[in-house]
T-cell receptor, first 113, second 116 residues
Framework: DSGVTQTPKHLITATGQRVTLRCSPRSGDLSVYWYQQSLDQGLQFLIQYYNGEERAKGNILERFSAQQFPDLHSELNLSSLELGDSALYFC????????????FGSGTRLTVV | GESVGLHLPTLSVQEGDNSIINCAYSNSASDYFIWYKQESGKGPQFIIDIRSNMDKRQGQRVTVLLNKTVKHLSLQIAATQPGDSAVYFCAENAPNYGGSQGNLIFGKGTKLSVKP
């Protein structure tokens, strides 16, 4: 157990729907990062939050959004889902903003049918 | 378990042999590099890291080599074991990527298969 908790582990939904993925960072970590892992794109950085505030954006679609709550857990919202959104979504956490050693959760497998 | 990728380069080695996994990174300004191991059904796990002011770092059974001249990183695993079978990713910290420090760019990964 890495200390980073992601729920649910698996999610199957239809195109056009909206889902929310949840991440609880490791105790004491203030930064949360979201990554998408698909077969042909590898691990792609989506977005980072630090202590409740958005810090960096990567290749995140406008249909996707995220937030980090006062208790530091984070949610990634995916809407108007398309077949191509099927992927593994990972959350990672670090103690600070510039601390590079990520601790990853075990991911959420999203399947859009 | 989860399939990380069907289009990854694959390295197949015999148990007990040494493994060398290579990675070419993209940004000459990157100052920190990490190797991760991802087993089926799990998230990436930290193996070893190295800063750009070093060219070699050793851990337990693993060594990372950094060649900044050609932007190349390698991971050497000594006496490879069946439990080492996984996908291995290199990652680089590229300053100002995505607007913040601390964001990592991951390589595509290499699948290591250890034959008993």
């Amino acid at each position: 157990d890495s200390g980073v908790t992601q729920t649910p582990k698996h999610l199957i939904t239809a195109t056009g729907q909206r889902v929310t993925l949840r991440c609880s960072p490791r105790s004491g970590d203030l930064s949360v990062y979201w990554y998408q892992q698909s077969l042909d794109q590898g691990l792609q950085f989506l977005i980072q939050y630090y202590n409740g505030e958005e810090r960096a954006k990567g290749n995140i679609l406008e249909r996707f959004s995220a937030q980090q709550f006062p208790d530091l857990h984070s949610e990634l919202n995916l809407s108007s889902l398309e077949l191509g959104d099927s992927a593994l979504y990972f959350c990672a956490s670090t103690p600070g903003q510039g601390h590079y050693g990520y601790t990853f959760g075990s991911g959420t497998r999203l399947t859009v049918v | 378990g989860e399939s990380v990728g069907l289009h990854l380069p694959t390295l197949s080695v015999q148990e007990g042999d040494n493994s060398i996994i290579n990675c070419a990174y993209s940004n000459s300004a990157s100052d920190y590099f990490i190797w991760y191991k991802q087993e089926s059904g799990k998230g990436p796990q930290f193996i070893i890291d190295i800063r750009s002011n070093m060219d070699k770092r050793q851990g337990q059974r693993v060594t990372v080599l950094l060649n900044k001249t050609v932007k190349h990183l390698s991971l050497q695993i000594a006496a490879t074991q069946p439990g080492d079978s996984a996908v291995y990713f290199c990652a680089e910290n590229a300053p100002n990527y995505g607007g913040s420090q601390g964001n990592l760019i991951f390589g595509k990964g290499t699948k290591l298969s250890v034959k008993p």
